[in-house]
């Protein structure tokens, strides 16, 4: 809608002082995109929200209107005053109108929409848009999700660095969210460096493909600020509807508890909301995993395998069985055509299916950048192909 907008702008813009030419220029955009041009024109011209079947009935009725009002007082009547005198005195959507010249109406709205520093739109628009889309989501039964990114230790960039620093990482990261979203989901900025994606249609794994892809563009952006390199990183919190929240505000508030998850977890981590325990989805995983160090063999080395991983843990099978709590040494075969990465965990579970069976979850410990890259690749790249099936 926000590109025929700026089309109806712009015709408006061209034919001022031509009425006629100017409805024939609409009726050309709406022969061109169809339907959804009705409701784009007539919130250009009234600022009405109005759907497809009732913009496209008024639409017809103002030319009607139009032309009634011209012959009876004997002259050409502007198309403006007709829409007026249909929303006044005949739908009645207007019930105490204001004349404004658009262009100054549009800067007003601008600044309304989109955040001066970033680009990104802002936490008014947003809560208009969430509101919106969550209504959409009930009536279509769809998915909807929310992200939620807070820039980690972002007051110690602007403490060593300054506040233009701070404002720099800002503009950077948002520019990576901006070119990573869709054309339809809306990003804004939520607060001074909370910044939020709403993604309508949009269930909890396309969403976290999504959060995982921006923050491995954001870690590996490499911002410098006056020939200073920035460590920058983000953590996330994600939430769904109608799985986590029907409403705006406890979807919000889902995502924010996730946000906080992730950070309890180390910072730099994407963690989806979920009343039970578990946070990090899990992706079957079948590669050999090698434990070191646990003086349960001679060689002190156990090898077994995999059943699934996430970006906190993993679950694997043993033939021997390990001590609750036991910190240990793991070498993970994470891809067939790639280096092993190697990482500390703790055994967290432990259930035994047989004499010489055992199911071992290990919580990963302080998971290194290239480590957690890589098993983050991995995941996305697993679910990206759930996806395309």
């Avoid at 290990?362 to 679910?383: A, H, M, R, T």
Wanted: proline share 2%; hydrophobic share 40%.
């Amino acid at each position: 809608m926000e590109e025929i907008r700026k089309e109806v702008i712009e015709c408006l813009d061209n034919n001022i002082d031509n009425d006629a030419m100017l409805i024939k220029s609409l009726q050309a955009m709406i022969a061109s995109h169809g339907k959804e041009a009705y409701p784009a024109i007539l919130h250009v011209l009234t600022n009405l929200e109005l759907g497809i079947d009732d913009a496209e009935k008024s639409w017809g009725e103002i030319l009607t209107n139009l032309e009634f009002i011209s012959a009876q007082l004997g002259r050409n009547v502007s198309l403006r005053t007709a829409i007026v005198d249909y929303f006044c005195s005949i739908n009645k959507s207007l019930k105490n109108p204001k004349l404004v010249e658009i262009h100054i109406f549009e800067k007003t709205n601008e600044s309304y929409k989109f955040d001066s520093l970033t680009g990104l739109s802002t936490r008014a628009f947003f809560n208009e848009a969430i509101s919106r889309e969550i209504s959409r989501a009930k009536r279509q039964l769809s998915d909807l999700s929310v992200l939620f990114f807070d820039l980690d230790d972002f007051k110690k960039v602007n403490d060593t660095y300054g506040h233009q620093a701070g404002d720099e990482v800002l503009k950077e990261v948002s520019k990576i969210i901006l070119h990573e979203k869709r054309n339809e989901d809306i990003a804004a900025r939520y607060g001074g460096e909370e910044l939020v994606i709403l993604m309508p249609d949009t269930g909890k794994v396309k969403a976290l493909v999504l959060g995982e892809r921006i923050r491995e563009k954001v870690e590996g952006a490499g911002i410098i600020y006056e020939d200073k390199p920035l460590e920058v990183t983000i953590s996330g919190g994600l939430a769904s509807y109608p799985i986590d929240s029907k409403n705006s505000q406890g979807l919000l508030k889902c995502a924010d508890v996730a946000l906080y998850d992730a950070k309890d977890a180390g910072k730099n981590n994407v963690v989806f909301y979920s009343q039970d325990k578990r946070r990090y989805i899990r992706i079957d995983f079948n590669n050999t995993v090698v434990i070191n160090d646990l003086g349960i063999q001679e060689n002190g080395i156990l090898e077994t395998i995999g059943k699934n991983i996430s970006i906190g843990g993993i679950l694997i099978t043993s033939d021997k069985q390990v001590n609750l709590g036991a910190k240990i040494q793991m070498t993970i075969q994470v891809k067939n055509n790639e280096e092993p990465i190697n990482v500390v965990g703790t055994v967290m579970r432990q259930e035994a299916f047989g004499h010489n069976s055992f199911e071992l979850g290990v919580v990963f410990l302080d998971l290194g950048k290239i480590e957690k890259n890589v098993i983050s690749s991995y995941l996305v790249g697993q679910l990206q192909k759930e996806l395309d099936e």
